[in-house]
Structure formats: structure tokens, C-alpha cells
């Protein structure tokens, strides 16, 4: 008839049952959007921070050239 379900297994069941419920929302949260002006000027300096560590880390010679016209102010 029914077997007795051991704790181990009940807490696997759950675990499983939580991931399954809290995944979806975590993989398709979009990001926030920005609320102060301080908190803009931050993302821009980090995506310029991102973008230079890009360009550093590629060593090929349009790379190079592109780093020169960023670093003399050109773009």
C-alpha cells in the first residue's frame, strides 16, 4: 500500500519543488533601471571601465588603434 517517506527524501522533494519555483524568476529578471544621477554616472564609468578591459584584453593592431584614439580623447 503507502510506504513511509523517510525526512531525507521529503527534504529532497521540497528542495527540488523550491528550485523548480524560484529558477524562472531569477533567470528572467531583467536589470533595474538606474534611480539617481550618481547611480548613472556609476554605470557609465563602469561600462568604460568593461569596454577598456575589452580592448586591452584583444591584441590584435585595430584593437590597438582603437585604444590610441580613446586614450588621446578622439571618440
Known amino acids: 500500500m503507502s510506504?513511509?517517506?523517510s525526512r531525507r527524501?521529503?527534504?529532497g522533494w521540497l528542495a527540488a519543488a523550491a528550485i523548480a519555483v524560484t529558477a524562472p524568476a531569477l533567470?528572467?529578471?531583467e536589470p533595474a533601471e538606474a534611480q539617481t544621477v550618481g547611480m548613472d554616472r556609476r554605470q557609465d564609468r563602469r561600462a568604460g571601465r568593461r569596454?577598456?578591459?575589452t580592448v586591452r584584453r584583444t591584441g590584435r593592431a585595430a584593437s590597438r588603434a582603437t585604444r590610441r584614439t580613446v586614450h588621446r580623447g578622439a571618440i
Do not use: C, K, P, Q
Open 27 to 29: 533567470v528572467a529578471s
Open 51 to 53: 569596454m577598456g578591459r
Open 9 to 11: 527524501r521529503l527534504f
Open 3 to 5: 510506504e513511509a517517506i
